[in-house]
């Protein structure tokens, strides 16, 4: 058993000093150098997209026609010696500019060109896009 002088001061500085030990263990975490930083913001809120507009992005077409189907699209400088169909301007098309012509266009491709086929996509994807692409016109 430890002894303590008849002082006050002493045993009141001891006990402040054990208490103080004791919390150091007992809360580690309560510094401020442990704080958190400043919190993030809250993600953006989610943005739907249309199904045609969606289709037709997710399958590369705006690479090469743009996404208002101008024809200036990311990838239509790879394609200098070719001739990217403008949407807009319906004597682009090859085939014609109906729903069905398109949709036919986009299952089918166009031999010789950049324009591959799309058969891997459902009919109900390709005349999404058809349709999208259909809009574009002026």
């Known amino acids: 058993m430890i002894q303590f002088g008849k ?8 006990f402040v000093l054990l208490g103080l030990v004791c919390c150091s263990f007992i809360f580690p ?11 993030e913001p ?7 997209v249309p199904f045609p ?6 399958n590369g077409c705006a690479a090469c026609h743009g996404m208002v189907g101008n024809g200036r699209g ?3 400088h790879l394609l200098s010696n070719s001739r990217v169909p403008n ?3 319906k004597s682009t098309y090859i085939y014609g500019s ?10 089918n491709g166009i031999p010789g060109t950049y324009m591959k086929a799309y058969a ?3 009919k109900q994807e390709i005349d999404a896009v058809a349709e999208y692409i259909q809009k574009m016109q002026r």
């Open 7 to 14: 002082s006050k001061v002493f045993k009141k500085t001891y």
């Open 29 to 39: 975490h309560c510094s401020p150098e442990n704080e958190s930083p400043i919190k």
């Open 42 to 48: 809250p993600p953006p809120p989610a943005v739907t």
């Open 53 to 58: 507009e969606a289709m037709y992005v997710q």
């Open 74 to 76: 990311t990838r239509s």
């Open 87 to 89: 949407f807009q301007d």
């Open 98 to 107: 109906t729903k069905e012509a398109i949709a036919k266009t986009i299952k």
């Open 120 to 122: 891997h996509m459902r």
